[in-house]
């Protein structure tokens, strides 16, 4: 079974950027495509981005123009560079695959605060 274990998360001001990084202890292309997810206490977990085996992307409208997912398969990981941040970003980070989901690891928490 897959493990995913989320970093690089924090407390930046707004305007600001964070690249996030998810390492998975298995191959990430077994799982086809990936994507990026966040949560807040009293909200439905989101999708944010997402990108195939091949790099094809796809994202959110509330991130389009900021954000940038891409991945390293050969070194079983998965990016999310995140710029011009807004509060509204304040949220919980996870990554997993899109369709083929495996357990959910920690998540990074990204703060976006004055």
């Known amino acids: 079974q897959v493990q995913l274990v989320e970093s690089g998360g924090g407390l930046v001001p707004p305007g600001g950027s964070l690249r996030l990084s998810c390492a998975a202890s298995g191959s990430i292309f077994s799982i086809n495509a990936m994507g990026w997810y966040r949560q807040t206490p009293g909200k439905e977990r989101e999708l944010v981005a997402g990108i195939s085996n091949g790099g094809f992307t796809n994202y959110a409208d509330s991130v389009k123009g900021r954000f940038s997912i891409s991945r390293d398969n050969g070194k079983n990981m998965v990016f999310l560079q995140m710029n011009s941040l807004k509060p509204e970003d304040t949220a919980v980070y996870y990554c997993?695959?899109?369709?083929?989901?495996?357990?959910w690891g920690q998540g990074t928490q990204v703060t976006v605060s004055s």
């Open positions: 997993n695959g899109l369709r083929d989901k495996v357990s």
